[in-house]
């Protein structure tokens, strides 16, 4: 009797949930996923509209923001396909069975991805070295042209004229010695040359490690967002099954 007693205090201001709550309880985490499915439609769309097919950038960087969302639309399947014993609905057992075909869908596209995101790879790798080359070309050839000017400049007016038209607010230059002055700026100007072989250089061990870190990162995202997918097709058969 005092056991009984004790056990009635502590359950004195609890609250009883019965089986209605339960209910309810599942048809919200089933709202939810329903909920996340439709936001995760409204950023796909988001992200290939406009498509960009030919352009290696828009293809990476689509699969990437791709991967980086796959989690919302895989945690909505998981609610929507939370289910306990009992029956379900004629119009959502049709619903469940067309999500289930498109969770390999989808998961099909996240695997078809990853030689996509290869071969951009080495694109986009490709092109950013051609870039910074010919960017350290045109600054090495504009650098080699100041050279000839210099190595052609011969009186102290010309060397004048040639700083004048170079640094503007250098007119007022007074040059004491012709040969040392012209020494100074060509060992200045080859600095400049070795200046910009070294940024160019660093400039491209930069892009490359951003590269590949978002490369490793979005193609092993995909591959295991491909896989979770069609793990969730396999694992919701019981959707398909006609009766």
Request: glycine letters at 6%; charged letters at 15%; zero cysteines.
């Amino acid at each position: 009797m005092p056991e009984h007693t004790n056990q009635e205090k502590g359950l004195k201001g609890s609250l009883h949930l019965s089986q209605a709550v339960q209910n309810r309880t599942y048809l919200l985490v089933h709202w939810l996923g329903y909920g996340l499915l439709g936001l995760a439609l409204l950023d796909y769309l988001h992200i290939v509209i406009p498509p960009r097919l030919t352009d290696p950038v828009w293809e990476f960087q689509t699969m990437g923001a791709l991967v980086e969302h796959s989690a919302v639309p895989l945690l909505g399947l998981i609610f929507v396909f939370y289910r306990y014993q009992g029956y379900v609905g004629k119009r959502e057992k049709h619903l469940l069975r067309f999500l289930s075909w498109v969770s390999l869908a989808v998961g099909l596209v996240y695997l078809l991805m990853l030689p996509l995101g290869a071969a951009d790879t080495w694109r986009i790798h490709q092109a950013n070295n051609n870039q910074i080359v010919t960017q350290t070309a045109q600054q090495t050839q504009q650098l080699q042209q100041i050279k000839n000017q210099l190595n052609q400049a011969t009186t102290d007016e010309q060397l004048k004229q040639l700083v004048a038209s170079l640094a503007p607010q250098s007119r007022s230059l007074e040059i004491r010695n012709t040969q040392a002055f012209k020494d100074q700026l060509l060992a200045q100007v080859s600095q400049a040359e070795q200046n910009i072989q070294t940024q160019a250089k660093t400039l491209q061990n930069n892009q490359k490690l951003a590269l590949v870190k978002s490369s490793v990162k979005w193609n092993l995202g995909a591959l295991i967002s491909g896989i979770l997918f069609v793990v969730t097709w396999h694992l919701t058969s019981w959707a398909r099954k006609s009766k």
